[in-house]
């Protein structure tokens, strides 16, 4: 199985201020038929289930706001917010979907400083 | 506007079989672009992929085989939705259940479906306890 490890657990960020969570993969999610990072991003508003923000490590899904960027290859990954907002409080968690079992990183916790 | 709508009992007694169904509007079960899965959630364990079920000119099913000897994931195509059976639960089994999307791309004419979630359902919180 691929083991998704996310840092830091928490982060508490001032509103304006950039927010930044890793991703690392036990082992490379590019593949290189197509060169593409098979790894995902999602966000996790209380009560609510998650939110898919970010496919391909760069690829923002449909009406998700430009503030929330992608970045990484082969093993590590990093989702960025570059102007944190109120509604941005959630748990962040990163996928891979290069192999099955489909894994998950176990969450990032962002809130306001 | 697909929407994916969960039910089922929120609380089994160990040992018995836990079972929810995922109604889909706006979509299709047996459509050759979509992809139904089954992920839980719990404080111990996280965000876990159970498995999937799709249709690509005939079904597929799989599963991941921390739960392959307990589950069962099954489409309805005549009432347009997928179930899923987890046998012989135990405490460990409590979490939020949720069914999931994954769809397919087509470039140029080549067509795959990628295992990310495009669409949630709302979640359905099971305890088990007697």
């Known amino acids: 199985d691929i083991v998704m490890t996310q840092s830091p657990d928490s982060l508490a960020v001032s509103l304006g201020e950039r927010a930044t969570i890793n991703c690392k993969s036990s082992q490379s999610v590019l593949y290189s038929s197509n060169n593409k990072n098979f790894l995902a991003w999602y966000q996790q508003r209380p009560g609510q289930p998650p939110k898919l923000l970010i496919y391909?490590?760069?690829t923002r899904e449909s009406g998700v706001p430009d503030r929330f960027s992608g970045s990484g290859s082969g093993t590590d990954f990093t989702l960025t917010i570059s102007s944190l907002q109120a509604e941005d409080v959630a748990v962040y968690y990163c996928?891979?979907?290069?192999?099955?079992?489909?894994?998950f990183g176990g969450g990032t916790k962002v809130e306001i400083k | 506007q697909v929407q994916l709508q969960q039910s089922g009992p929120g609380l089994v007694k160990p040992s018995q079989t836990l079972s929810l169904t995922c109604a889909i509007s706006g979509d299709s079960v047996s459509s050759n672009s979509g992809a139904w899965n089954w992920i839980r959630q719990s404080p111990s364990r996280g965000l876990e992929w159970l498995g999937r079920?799709?249709?690509?000119?005939?079904?597929?099913?799989d599963y991941s085989l921390s739960v392959k000897s307990r589950i069962t994931i099954n489409p309805d195509t005549s009432k347009n939705q997928f179930s899923l059976q987890l046998s012989s639960v135990t405490p460990e089994d409590t979490a939020v259940y949720y069914c999931?999307?994954?769809?397919?791309?087509?470039?140029?004419?080549?067509?795959?479906?990628?295992?990310?979630?495009?669409?949630w359902g709302r979640g359905t919180l099971v305890t088990v306890s007697s």
């Open positions: 999931a999307r994954s769809s397919t791309v087509c470039t140029r004419g080549n067509c795959h479906t990628y295992w990310y979630f495009d669409l």
């Open positions: 079920t799709y249709y690509r000119s005939k079904w597929f099913s």
């Open positions: 391909w490590a760069s």
């Open positions: 996928q891979q979907y290069y192999s099955t079992p489909l894994t």
